[in-house]
T-cell receptor
């Protein structure tokens, strides 16, 4: 089954403790992206990647890092999480980043206390 | 960047009623999509509709690109239609060879029995 898999689904952590949210897709998509969803704000793009070793900032990249060492994986790293990063996070992929045909993961609900 | 406005922000319907959700965008876009986020947080792609009209069962969508708006029609609503409906538009990212997806803030629909 074609899918984007995120882990974990839920995470509660403390301020300053580094964490990684994993994202993996099995569709051989070139393009992957991370979004955060906050009440009343919709989804906002954090980072995206056009291909292996190619990443770029979205609209809200502060406090996040990403890497793309393999085509299928695109982890989101929070080096020093803060409470304002409490949010619902989505990973998405598409074939070439052509603006349609996105597949979204099931989401990761992160709480930073 | 492109601004995407959705209306209404909240909508409560009696089961069986019809509704129209609107999405306005501030600039020319390459394409437009409608998503449904169910109460469990999962994002489902409903329509890819850069222009014209499409129908899928009780749902249909119309985009008038020249006037920068799109409408999502839900007929004979059911409780399973509840959730948040997002409009997302894609515009080319200068020099990157990809398209950035910008989401509206969503319309929260509650269908009551």
């Amino acid at each position: 089954e074609a899918q984007v898999t995120q882990n974990p689904r839920y995470l509660i952590t403390v301020t300053g403790k580094k964490l990684t949210v994993t994202c993996s897709q099995n569709m051989n998509h070139e393009y992957m992206s991370w979004y955060r969803q906050d009440p009343g704000l919709g989804l906002r793009q954090i980072y995206y990647s056009m291909n292996v070793e190619v990443t770029d900032k979205g609209d809200v990249p502060e406090g996040y890092k990403v890497s793309r060492k393999e085509k299928r994986n695109f982890p989101l790293i929070l080096e020093s999480p803060s409470p304002n990063q409490t949010s619902l996070y989505f990973c998405a992929s598409s074939l070439f980043g052509q603006g349609y045909g996105y597949t979204f993961g099931s989401g990761t609900r992160l709480t930073v206390v | 960047g492109i601004q995407v406005e959705q209306s209404p922000p909240d909508l409560i319907l009696q089961e069986g009623a019809n509704s129209t959700l609107r999405c306005n965008f501030s600039d020319s876009v390459n394409n437009l999509q409608w998503f449904h986020q169910n109460p469990w947080g999962q994002l489902i792609n409903l329509f890819y509709i850069p222009s014209g009209t499409k129908q899928n069962g009780r749902l249909s969508a119309t985009t008038v690109a020249t006037e920068r708006y799109s409408l999502l029609y839900i007929s004979s609503s059911q409780t399973t239609d509840s959730g948040v409906y997002f409009c997302a538009v894609a515009a080319a990212v200068s020099g990157a060879g990809s398209y950035q997806l910008t989401f509206g803030k969503g319309t929260k629909l509650s269908v009551i029995p």
